[in-house]
Each structure stands twice: as structure tokens, then as C-alpha cells.
């Protein structure tokens, strides 16, 4: 099972930074999407373009993935994740989605659910729900 570590958000691993997760809420709800190819629903995510800040890639991808036009995000922790001799390292933003257009990345994602939990057709289950469980302790004023 991989080790996941929460640091502050500004911290800059060895290993680089190659993805963005974003904890997305709208109309009170998380917002999860359906991976095309996947079939399952999933956090938005997505690798750090060559060249890009990870702050321009978080809302890149969310606004690609979810269609979200309007919103407010901001990173609230850089992780990494450990399995085997492997690290991988990527920032968790929070975000607050005020609009959503009805533009989104359609052939990498079939559709989107608003749910207060976790979805139970979930990908990559056990790093999505250390993240999630990070993303609520957030929300909460936990962390």
C-alpha cells in the first residue's frame, strides 16, 4: 500500500511535482467526474504541463474537467506519494466553484456527480480517499 505525506502547501519536493488533485464543492456538494476511459468517478486531477506552475494547472484542469467558470482555488497542501522505490509528488487545492459553463473536456470525461460522500465507483480508491479525508478535515478547520 503506497504512503501518502501531507506538507505545506509551498513545499517543493526532490522528486518534483507531477500532478494536481482539486477538492471541487458546488451547490454544497463535492464534485466528482467520470473518467472516460476509467468508468469511475475521481477527484479532478491532472499532470503539470512541461513549464507550468501547478497554481495555472489546478485551474486549468478544473476548469477543462468540470466545466467551472467561476471559482475560487487555492492549494492547501503539496503530498507525496511512496510505493515500492517510487515517490511522486502533487499539490491538493480546495476549491469553491460559483458558475459552471457547459464546456468540459468530453473525451476525457463522460460526465460529473455532486455527492456529500465519496462515490463507492471510485478510482485509484485508497490515494482518492487519504486525499478526500484531507479535503474534509480542511473544510472542517481540522487542518
Given amino acids: 500500500m503506497p504512503r501518502i505525506d501531507f506538507h505545506p502547501p509551498d513545499h517543493y519536493p526532490g522528486c518534483g511535482l507531477t500532478f494536481v488533485v482539486i477538492g ?24 503539470i504541463g512541461k513549464g507550468e506552475e501547478a497554481d ?3 485551474s486549468r484542469e478544473l476548469a477543462e474537467e468540470t466545466g467551472a ?6 492549494c492547501i497542501s503539496t503530498y507525496t506519494v511512496r510505493e515500492d522505490a517510487s515517490i511522486r509528488a502533487g ?3 480546495f476549491a469553491e466553484i460559483k ?7 468530453e473525451s476525457e470525461i463522460e460526465d460529473f456527480l ?3 460522500s465519496l462515490p463507492s465507483d471510485l478510482g485509484f480508491p485508497y490515494v482518492q480517499s487519504v486525499l478526500f479525508d484531507y479535503l474534509e478535515a480542511y473544510r472542517a ?3
Fill in 91 to 93: 499539490r491538493l487545492y
Fill in 114 to 116: 455532486l455527492s456529500s
Fill in 141 to 143: 478547520g481540522v487542518r
Fill in 56 to 58: 495555472i494547472a489546478a
Fill in 69 to 74: 467558470t467561476v471559482f475560487r482555488i487555492e
Fill in 99 to 105: 458558475t459552471m459553463g457547459q464546456q468540459r473536456d
Fill in 24 to 47: 471541487a464543492r458546488y451547490r454544497d456538494k463535492w464534485l466528482f467526474i467520470r473518467h472516460r476511459h476509467r468508468k469511475s468517478y475521481e477527484l479532478p486531477a491532472g499532470h
